[in-house]
């Protein structure tokens, strides 16, 4: 099993959880991230780093966004890793 992200991420792409992430698992797509589930450890450190929410653990993503749980794994063999904070695509909530 693994972490997920999932559609409020979508548009804003923060990268908080990227830097709280013990194993590197992290991959950076044009609009958002995605969590290489071969590399996830299942430690939650980058759940309560999202300030969107964007972050379940696969058995609990939302019915409504299963379909990223395929994406995630299959976005994470095609792009490069993201281990440093970068500037979100939009400016934080308040």
Sequence with gaps: ???VVTKPCDG???TDCVVACPCDCFREGETM???DPRDCIDCDACVH???VEAIFPEWDVPAEWTDYIALN???AMKL???TE???PLVEPRE
């Design 85 to 87: 904070k970068k500037t």
């Design 1 to 3: 099993m693994a972490y």
């Design 12 to 14: 804003c792409k923060y």
């Design 80 to 82: 490069p890793a993201i």
């Design 49 to 51: 780093e999202c300030p």
């Design 33 to 35: 991230l995605y969590i």
């Design 73 to 75: 794994a299959e976005m």
